[in-house]
């Protein structure tokens, strides 16, 4: 074989190795829950604007939450925040991590809890909605 026919056999095995590792890549969202499933008989379902308004009455509550996540803790995926593009609530992960990007969709569930008169969720399950 000619030294041409040889460079362009390789040029075409490297663009085929190429698009094959583009095609079979994992996408940014791989896993599609954390935590505990997301039991609907256990929590009540709240709006943000609802736990923000009146967090006395969810208190110590279940409560399953939709939104997009805003910030994610990038050092150990221990909290996020959840926005649905004008509220925010913080939620904290005792026993999972998460590594999403900002803009997911997502449903939380957890106890509703006070922290010098700001609610923040104890998370205990989510679930990366499509």
Do not use: H
Not at 28 to 36: E, F, H, I, R, T
Not at 97 to 117: D, F, I, K
């Amino acid at each position: 074989m000619s030294k041409k026919t040889l460079l362009l056999l390789s040029i075409v095995i490297v663009a085929l190795v190429a698009v094959m590792l583009l095609i079979n890549r994992p996408t940014a969202v791989s896993q599609k829950a954390y935590g505990a499933p997301i039991d609907m008989n256990k929590g009540n379902t709240a709006e943000l604007s609802s736990l923000l308004n009146e967090p006395m009455l969810y208190s110590g509550s279940n409560v399953i939450v939709q939104g997009r996540t805003g910030q994610v803790c990038r050092s150990s995926g221990c909290w996020l925040i959840i926005t649905d593009g004008v509220n925010q609530l913080f939620v904290q992960f005792y026993d999972f991590t998460v590594q999403l990007p900002p803009g997911s969709p997502v449903r939380v569930q957890g106890e509703l809890r006070m922290q010098n008169q700001v609610p923040y969720l104890a998370g205990e399950g989510l679930e990366v909605l499509r």
